[in-house]
């Protein structure tokens, strides 16, 4: 039996479909990119980065999607399907047991509604409220700020550097775990156990 590290943490960051206004009729967002990177809380230290394309089928990228995010519809068509994405997800990041951080709780609400619409499993384990850590509001609450800051507004906050390219999943990922670390070295970063079981144990 695979040894589920309890220090390890996944720290995502998903880019979607978006556009200037409303999307154009029958258009939803979908998840384009994944970012991850894996922290060793214990070690206070970032493990590795992933980034996973993920091909939209109900939805087409924008020019102002490409023009935030740098993504080309070309790029994502040669990504793998939603369901593939989760599934390398489960099997190669243990997201089936492994806590996980993102910036705010837009992530793991996109997560929910793709596994819904396109009838695959959500492949953070259950409750997802305790799988998942909102990096957001405990930046906030340990700062003692009154609003939420963004994810570059809070790197200037913490005096850390932004590495790479803003609403770029893999980067963005990777500067959102460079907080969570800053947050553990403060005493802030909430504890949690892996998840064990079936959803319904």
Known sequence: ??????????????EATCWDGQ?????????IEIGLTVVDVSARRRVSRH???????????SDFC???????????????AFAEACRI????????????ASWGEYDRRQFERQS???????PFGFPTERTHTNAKAVFTEAHGLRGKPG?????????????????????????????????VARGAWPVTEPVVGSPHS
């Open 151 to 183: 994810m570059a507004q809070a790197l200037r906050i913490a005096g850390l550097p932004l590495e790479g390219r803003h609403h770029r999943g893999e980067d963005d990922a990777w500067n959102i775990a460079a907080l969570v670390l800053d947050l």
């Open 66 to 80: 490409t023009e935030l995010t740098g993504l080309t519809q070309a790029e994502v068509d040669r990504g793998v």
């Open 23 to 31: 999307p154009p009729p029958g258009s939803v967002n979908e998840i």
């Open 1 to 14: 039996m695979r040894r589920h590290g309890s220090s390890l943490l996944n720290v995502i960051d998903v």
């Open 89 to 100: 997800l489960v099997e190669e990041y243990d997201a089936g047991q492994r806590p996980w």
């Open 51 to 61: 980034r996973i394309l993920v091909r939209p089928v109900r939805s087409a990228v």
């Open 116 to 122: 819904r619409a396109d009838g695959v499993a959500y």
